[in-house]
């Protein structure tokens, strides 16, 4: 059993930048870990991806240019680096882990179903 925390959230202004963070008790048996968000009558999206092993990003259109994963080896933590926020990115912001035998086409897709385990999540809002 994996256990993951997020925090960083946070009130910011459009424009403006937020640090999310992502503890995982372990990486025993990880593949891969996930950064999504689920906005007010929405679906859950991802966002971007970082397998563990190995370290490659992964990025949706959405985000490409704006969000940035990064892993802190030293802490078992991995980072969301967010910036020009603007207003659609308000929601609650998540990260996944995907274990070792998922497909790495799941992961580089975020598929939601092959994530197993979930933070409580963080929320973002991005308001003046």
């Known amino acids: 059993q994996v256990h993951l925390a997020e925090s960083g959230g946070g009130l910011v202004q459009p424009g403006g930048s937020l640090r999310l963070s992502c503890a995982a008790s372990s990486t025993l048996g990880l593949g891969a870990i996930g950064w999504f968000r689920q906005a007010p009558g929405k679906e859950r999206e991802g966002l971007s991806a970082?397998?563990?092993?190995?370290?490659?990003?992964f990025y949706k259109d959405s985000v490409l240019g704006r969000f940035t994963i990064a892993r802190d080896n030293a802490r078992n933590t991995w980072i969301l680096q967010m910036n020009n926020l603007k207003p659609e990115d308000t929601a609650i912001y998540y990260c996944?882990?995907?274990?070792?035998?998922?497909?790495?086409?799941?992961?580089?897709?975020?598929?939601?179903?092959?994530?197993?385990?979930w933070g409580q999540g963080t929320q973002v809002t991005v308001s003046s």
């Open positions: 970082m397998t563990v092993r190995d370290g490659v990003p």
């Open positions: 996944a882990a995907a274990t070792d035998a998922t497909p790495r086409l799941h992961v580089q897709n975020m598929r939601i179903r092959s994530y197993d385990y």
